[in-house]
């Protein structure tokens, strides 16, 4: 195994593109795991904690742009204003020396259908921006981004560079089902975003399917049924959480059995969505 | 490969290292230092929790090449020659050690915590410790240990 270090964005670049079957490595809390447990042995190691760009957020018209590294622990202190979805799940990703490293860029990079940042970046409508030397820089939106079990629009010489989210212009949620409320591989998870200019909600499933997905018949049921000015009529809720559910397509594994994980994001998605709701209606639910 | 790196303020030059090596690795097997529990090597349980440029990481998880030119604080630099660090004696006093194996994961990590707040509520330590496991689960004399130290600190600033 080789180890390389480059120490700026070219270099990273240009070293993934001669060396395609190295592994990029960040804060290591996937790829360390597969490497001491003797599941994977890359030609070589491409660690990236030396380019400091990627560790640096930004904001430019009103779209945040978030390098793949910085830390879940940086989104919860410096990002949970503008972008609540994203710092809600971080939150409930591993413990606080896991969240110090890792990063949605490696969530990304994974790709694991059960990565908690992926459900809250796909009901944001987040664009993932990736590049290679010799073929330039793609955005990619997220929904597009997922294609199957820890497999990735990513080509094999590209690096993710950064995710960029408008700020919230509402309520977001996250909620995750799990053992335990910490160190907790998502039995599955949702994600809901409120879009009042466009009257549109975003949604978004983790662990629930081969890939992180939006729930697209949810999404459009609102889109004709949802009076922004009244209450959340409960007819309507209750089918959100029946498309929701439909959306699903879940296995049945040591987390958790198939039938559990369809009839957790209906609960879910009729939790989040009341708890959007009564913050959008400018009350707090009891 | 060769890594240099900074270990409780003193400069360690590992030779013969291994790619895929853990920070864990080098500092147990080849620096001398077995402070820093291996046991999960998942990250899993936070038993060799260490400073990392002044961030507490599992140290199972950090490549060892990452380390390179960087900063490390073990269990072992907490002390200051014979006198302990009022963490490690709160741990003592309150019995908060049975086996002893995730004691060093847990004092690095409450020595954490008490440098950023000052008089942590039970909420907060328990947030804070979420990624150590004490398979004794001797949690509650972990948790006198962990306020006994905060007040102590807190009487000295």
Redesign the interface.
Known sequence: MEFLRPTTWDEALAAKADRPGAMPIQGGTDVMVEINFDVRRPEALLDLTRVPELRTWSLEDGRYRVGAAVSYTTIIEELSGPLPGLAQASRTVGSPQIRNRGSVGGNLGAASPAGDSHPPLLAAGAVIEVESRDGGVRMIPAHEFYLGVKRSALRPDELIRAVHLEAATGPQYFSKVGTRNAMVIAVCSFAVALHPGERRVGTGLGSAAPTPRRALEAEEFLRRELDWSARLDPAVLKRFGELCARAASPIDDVRGTADYRRHAIGVMARRTLTWAWNDYRGRRAA | ?RVTFTVNGREECADDV???E?LLYVLRERVGLPGSKNAC????C?SC?VYLDG????A????A??A?GRQVRTVEGLAEGDRLDPVQEAFVESGAVQCGFCTPGLIV?THDLLERVDRPSDAEIR??L???LCRCTGYEKILDAVRLAAERKAATR
């Open positions: 490969m291994w790619e895929g853990s090597e998942q990250g899993e936070g929790t961030t507490p990481v599992c199972c998880l950090v490549a090449g990452q390179e990590q947030e804070a979420a990624g150590n």
